[in-house]
């Protein structure tokens, strides 16, 4: 099946920096983009859909200033927490509609521990 | 509203039994169903997945899940469980491509030795 590469797989940071998580699609073009948070024990949460060129759709209750979703290539989509605090502490997965449809393919998730 | 419901968080079992997790679902039209399995720490693996056609759908490392309409129910069955199967598993549905795909809250499987 189709890849895609999500990096870093874990990631610390200070209390106020940005961090950059990186999602390609290595075999194929990716129009679309999905971003995840999973809490520990829990199910994974949609963030925000990731589009190829234009703006992505945050769901409800996600800050979109703060978590900043960049989709500039069809092979790369970019989550960026800017002024990470604690609480964003957490696993962070990105997965692509498939180019057969009807299918996501997932990225290994990053764990972001903020400190 | 679309939505899936794992009614087990955990379940266990011993290993070399049988397993079934259930899932049931509410969506308007014909979903497309999936069922992943997740390791600690770790992404999402594609388990198997049901678009049309025949209920019984045949997946990776054994597992089968069915589909029954009449109880909007996509259970996942392994007839013998290994120790290595100890993870999340996760139903969920979608409609087609690019588009979302809602997650249950999941099922952790805990094997006994």
């Known amino acids: 099946g189709a890849v895609v590469s999500q990096h870093p797989s874990w990631v610390i940071c200070k209390s106020g920096t940005s961090v950059k998580i990186e999602c390609r699609s290595l075999d194929f073009q990716a129009t679309t983009m999905f971003w995840y948070r999973q809490f520990p024990k829990q199910s994974l949460m949609l963030m925000a859909t990731s589009n190829e060129g234009s703006k992505a759709t945050y769901e409800q209750g996600v800050e979109k200033d703060k978590f900043l979703i960049n989709h500039a290539s069809l092979t790369l989509s970019t989550l960026t927490v800017t002024s990470a605090h604690p609480e964003d502490s957490s696993f962070y997965i990105c997965s692509s509609g498939g180019e057969a449809a009807t299918e996501a393919f997932f990225g290994q998730g990053t764990r972001l521990t903020v400190v | 509203a679309q939505s899936v419901t794992q009614p087990d968080i955990h379940i266990t079992v011993s290993e070399g039994a049988s397993l079934e997790l259930r899932c049931n679902y509410s969506?308007?039209?014909?979903?497309?169903l999936f069922w992943y399995v997740q390791s600690p720490g770790q992404g999402l693996q594609l388990l198997l997945k049901?678009?049309?056609?025949?209920?019984l759908v045949q997946g990776i490392k054994g597992f089968e899940a069915e589909f029954k309409r009449s109880q909007s129910s996509f259970n996942l069955r392994k007839p013998s469980v290994h120790w290595s199967d100890a993870a999340e598993y996760f139903c969920?549905?979608?409609?087609?491509?690019?588009?979302?795909?809602?997650f249950g809250k999941g099922t952790r499987l805990h094997i006994l030795p």
């Open positions: 969920a549905v979608g409609p087609n491509r690019d588009d979302k795909i809602i």
């Open positions: 049901y678009f049309s056609g025949d209920t």
């Open positions: 969506y308007g039209a014909t979903p497309y």
